[in-house]
Nanobody, 125 residues
Framework: QVQLVESGGGLVQAGGSLRLSCAPS????????MGWFRQAPGKEREFVAC????????YYADSVKGRFTISRDKLKNTVYLQMSSLKPEDTAVYYC??????????????????WGQGTQVTVSS
């Protein structure tokens, strides 16, 4: 059974940084794009960032471009989201996600095959 184990969330002041990690267990996903989505209270889950299977290409939501960096370590089967210059509007539950297709590029909510359990990120003003 596949599980996506997330870590790194927490409480931070505006302007601070956090790094999220996601490590799938049960199998490796070397041929799949991986990414992060987030959901704030009362809002729909939205795309944040994703990275291709090779790590050569990354995609970001406009709201986080220039502040967040996604990366992956294929040997560790882990994907990271480095978040800097955090804003109160970044407050949400962040979910790790894996694309259902092999060798895909950017993927959206409808293409997610596996979800993590979510990790809370709270940015205080």
């Amino acid at each position: 059974q596949v599980q996506l184990v997330e870590s790194g969330g927490g409480l931070v002041q505006a302007g601070g940084s956090l790094r999220l990690s996601c490590a799938p267990s049960g199998r490796t996903f070397g041929s799949r794009a991986m990414g992060w989505f987030r959901q704030a209270p009362g809002k729909e889950r939205e795309f944040v960032a994703c990275i291709t299977w090779s790590g050569d290409s990354t995609y970001y939501a406009d709201s986080v471009k220039g502040r967040f960096t996604i990366s992956r370590d294929k040997l560790k089967n882990t994907v990271y989201l480095q978040m800097s210059s955090l804003k109160p509007e970044d407050t949400a539950v962040y979910y790790c996600a894996i694309d259902r297709a092999d060798y895909g590029l950017r993927f959206d909510y409808s293409r997610v095959q596996y979800w993590g359990q979510g990790t809370q990120v709270t940015v205080s003003s």
